[in-house]
Antibody, heavy 111, light 107 residues
Framework: QVQLKESGPGLVQPSQTLSLTCTVSGFSLTSNSVHWVRQPPGKGLEWVGAIWSGGSTDYNSALKSRLSISRDTSKSQVFLKMNSLQTEDTAIYFC?????WGQGVMVTVSS | DIQMTQTPSSMPASLGERVTISCRASQGISNYLNWYQQKPDGTIKPLIYYTSNLQSGVPSRFSGSGSGTDYSLTISSLEPEDFAMYYCQQYDSSPLTFGSGTKLEIK
């Protein structure tokens, strides 16, 4: 069955870089797009970006300058890197392949 | 970007009650509309995909309908485990966009 699982550090210092991994199973990354979505505490869902089946990427325009999404199809993994983190980036980060979602990983930006 | 207007933002309701949550897109989305349930632990569970298709394992009291710009999720008879947050999501075009959520609360 389709599964996604996020992993990464729970705490990141301000101005540092966040690196998250989404490990998928039950489907091929070369046939499906994977999106990253985040949810700040107590708030709604915000699309972060996507990597399409062909390998091209698409980013939230507000985050584009700080964001990179890539993948390793041999390992069935998708990666998110976001630099210059600020406290406003504190959120649960999810990866999703519509309509399936990972469990999410809480990322706190704090010194 | 396609804007998704979800109503109501909160809904007090009773066990056994029938409830409907609505989502309106700022432009037609060709039925590319999903509904999700989010519990307090953060877990997001797909309920309905492509407007009206019930995700495997989801109780039949959940149903979805709609077309064009207007979509809805109906729960026919509320069970205790249904009190949660609900979100709609369009995937007709990038970026994915979401409704602002409906908190279903016990009356």
């Amino acid at each position: 069955q389709v599964q996604l699982k996020e992993s990464g550090p729970g705490l990141v210092q301000p101005s540092q870089t966040l690196s998250l991994t989404c490990t998928v199973s039950g489907f091929s990354l070369t046939s499906n797009s994977v999106h990253w979505v985040r949810q700040p505490p107590g708030k709604g869902l915000e699309w972060v970006g996507a990597i399409w089946s062909g390998g091209s990427t698409d980013y939230n325009s507000a985050l584009k300058s700080r964001l990179s999404i890539s993948r390793d199809t041999s390992k069935s993994q998708v990666f998110l890197k976001m630099n210059s983190l600020q406290t406003e980036d504190t959120a649960i980060y999810f990866c999703t392949r519509t309509p399936y979602w990972g469990q999410g990983v809480m990322v706190t930006v704090s010194s | 970007d396609i804007q998704m207007t979800q109503t109501p933002s909160s809904m007090p309701a009773s066990l056994g009650e029938r409830v409907t949550i609505s989502c309106r897109a700022s432009q037609g989305i060709s039925n590319y509309l999903n509904w999700y349930q989010q519990k307090p632990d953060g877990t997001i569970k797909p309920l309905i995909y492509y407007t009206s298709n019930l995700q495997s394992g989801v109780p039949s009291r959940f149903s979805g309908s709609g077309s064009g710009t207007d979509y809805s999720l109906t729960i026919s008879s509320l069970e205790p485990e249904d009190f949660a947050m609900y979100y709609c999501q369009q995937y007709d075009s990038s970026p994915l966009t979401f409704g602002s959520g409906t908190k279903l609360e016990i009356k």
